[in-house]
């Protein structure tokens, strides 16, 4: 299966970044993720770097694609989060939001889970066939009926968390999702608060439908968020990937590993 990643990281309108993101792959497995980290500088970004290093690290010694397996990653980043806040000062009080998506690339499948309102979308045809759901006051609001998907983004308090890394007196909420097929021309965005927020769901298709190539669609989509977003707004961060169509033949393959980019 031939994939392409092409990832986008700003810190927007405040003066430092406290997102982050990453990925790995072997010969059968992928995994990648986005973290946005809070606390303050040398707070957040340490949270979600310690978030990224304990879930790639543990993908990495024992990929899996199940529910056990993944939800055993984010309660061992949780730990290692809580670790680091141990030391005090600005780590203190730090947190994480975390989604993070494995594929099988031998079997074709995608599985992903989360805790906090990073996002992971699966795209096939241009339209989303699954999202994840927000740990947020506001979705709560939408699942009780008291708000809409658009409301809920407008929201004044729309950034109220009900789950995150860095929990210590009980465990943050994680969901995982049920194993996915994955497909040739399948696009996965992962991303921050900072990129869905000012775009939604709308913005984030017709800009993918405005696009070739993942580059393309990042491109448009750092544009968008430039153009959309308030003064001081958030910190913002994508990783697309997309599942390459051949139009020659029906093999699939894995993109040589000096193709892939590395995180930053």
């Keep these: 299966m031939e994939i392409e990643i092409v990832t986008l990281s700003r810190q927007g309108g405040r003066t430092y970044n406290e997102d982050v993101h990453g990925h790995w792959h072997d010969a059968r497995h992928v995994a990648c993720l986005v973290a946005d980290g809070a606390g303050g500088h040398g707070g957040g970004d340490v949270a979600a770097a310690t978030a990224r290093a304990s ?56 599985a992903w889970v989360h805790s906090g309102d990073s996002r992971a979308y699966l795209f096939r045809g241009g339209a989303i066939v ?38 210590v007196e009980e465990a943050p909420d994680i969901a995982v999702s049920d194993r996915m097929r994955l497909l040739p021309g399948d696009v996965l965005l992962l991303c921050s608060d900072g990129v869905w927020e000012p775009l939604g769901d709308e913005c984030l298709i017709d800009t993918l439908h405005a696009s070739r190539t993942p580059t393309q669609w990042t491109e448009l989509i750092d544009a968008q968020v430039k153009a959309n977003a308030k003064p001081g707004h958030d910190n913002y961060t994508a990783l697309t990937l997309w599942v390459i169509e051949d139009d020659e033949d029906d093999v699939t393959r894995l993109m040589p590993e000096n193709a892939m980019p590395t995180d930053s």
């Design 130 to 167: 699954a999202r994840t759901t927000d740990h947020s006051l506001v979705q709560q609001m939408v699942a009780g009926g008291m708000l809409d998907e658009e409301g809920a983004r407008l929201h004044p308090q729309r950034n109220m968390l009900l789950s995150a890394l860095g929990s």
């Design 55 to 110: 879930m790639l690290g543990g993908f990495s010694a024992a990929p899996g694609l199940d529910e056990a397996t993944l939800r055993r990653l984010v309660e061992q980043a949780n730990l290692d989060v809580v670790a680091r806040q141990a030391e005090g000062g600005k780590l203190a009080g730090m947190r994480s939001t975390i989604v993070f998506a494995a594929i099988d690339l031998e079997d074709h499948a995608l």
